[in-house]
């Protein structure tokens, strides 16, 4: 008779197949998402930010930009707000069809107390940028921009804290309260369709994003290539930072014939953008590297993009944007 002992070891191996077997885990929206949002996008700012490309090519200038705008910079200290350092993600869940419907979410550390004082003073100076309401216990940012003119825009965006490590930010006033008052109701759930997308994505992506075309947004679509374009039903990608930067997008189709289609109409697009690279100067060298590494393929029901930027590709780039400010100047 077999032992206990040995059924134990035998379902122990078993269990540890399936989960070497299990495939990856799927993205999660954030549960501030709301049920009928159509796309989400997540920028992972901690990981991009320690990633070593941003370090050698772009933290300088995110930097240098920062210390530019000397009242976004005051602000920001008065604040004890280093957005470098506090940000740990942003997400971005809209509805493709309802302009209005459109969410972002900032995750980090806040310091509430220094928010408030700040916002509070601001607004007592430039009370036609910046007000601060009160809506029973939650309190409200209405907040106007400018344009390039330096005009105050029209149309206010309303922001709220959910809590000391979480802000979020809408078009208007009532869906930021309903998106303050939904967490407090738990982990939210959306719907089948950006569910089915976002299992193409592991979110651990640096940058990830799931978008569902609705039939509404097929209705819209006209040209030639209308009827290929009509059998796309999501687009799934990511970027992944580290010492390279790699692109992958997945266009997700109703059938295999359609993937098919669309790779041809997509590998027609190829020839035009290796002529822009030739007949541009500056950029030419650093975008055929690019274009030498772009890879198209169907996968079943799918069209794959890949694409992987080098070290090399990104100096040749910054070579070529120094010659071409020199040659302006």
Known sequence: MTSRKTWLKVLGL?????????????AEADKLVPADAGGVVVVNVRQILDSELVKKYALDQIKAGLKKNAQARQALEAAGLDPLKDVDSLTVAFNPVDQNKVLFVAHGTFDLDKIQAVAEAQARKKP???????????????????????????????AAFVDKNTLVATPSKAYTLQTVENAGKGAGRVGKDLQSALKKVSGKESVWWAVVVTDEMKKKLKGPQAEVLTKIESVTGNVNLSDTAKL???????????????????????PFLQLMAQNNKQAGPAIKDVLDNLKISAEKNSVRISLEVTEEALRK??????RSSREDQ
């Open 14 to 26: 078993a269990l540890a197949a399936l989960g070497v077997a299990a495939p990856a885990r799927a």
């Open 128 to 158: 036609d940028e910046l007000k601060v309401l009160k809506e029973g216990d939650v309190t409200l940012y209405e907040i106007k921009g400018r344009d390039e003119k330096g005009k105050v825009r029209g149309k206010p965006g309303y």
């Open 248 to 270: 992958s997008v997945l266009v997700n189709t109703a059938d295999e014939k359609s993937a098919d289609q669309l790779k041809e109409t997509i590998d027609e697009f190829k």
């Open 317 to 322: 780039a910054a070579a070529g944007g120094k």
